[in-house]
């Protein structure tokens, strides 16, 4: 049993136990997209892509996608409880984390 599975375009990653999964995704801005966390996934061809968890028909794709980042930073347009905060030289404190492959 493979434990860790990416897609050749790295824009999903799928980790196994044996019991349970937890899979995230690259979303179309490049931010960290929670794809399942849960029971047992095989394959990582099973999983959704992060476009079809941020796409809300009604809702501006570019705020959809910040409301389901894995590992947000704080600041931005982001209001709910960052993953990371920081307080950068000058006073900065806005932090957004982008995948770089």
């Not at 809300?56 to 930073?73: C, D, K, M, S, V």
């Amino acid at each position: 049993m493979t434990l860790i599975q990416t897609e050749k375009n790295c824009s999903r990653f799928l980790l196994r136990t044996g019991n349970s999964s937890y899979a995230f995704g690259i979303n179309t801005q490049g931010l960290l997209t929670g794809l399942h966390w849960g029971g047992l996934i095989e394959n990582i061809s099973d999983l959704p892509s992060a476009r079809e968890i941020e796409c809300y028909r009604h809702r501006n794709i570019q705020h959809a996608a910040l409301n389901f980042q894995e590992y947000p930073g704080w600041g931005s347009e982001f209001f709910n409880e960052p993953s990371l905060k920081a307080t950068l030289p000058g006073g900065m404190r806005s932090i957004i984390l982008r995948y770089a492959g």
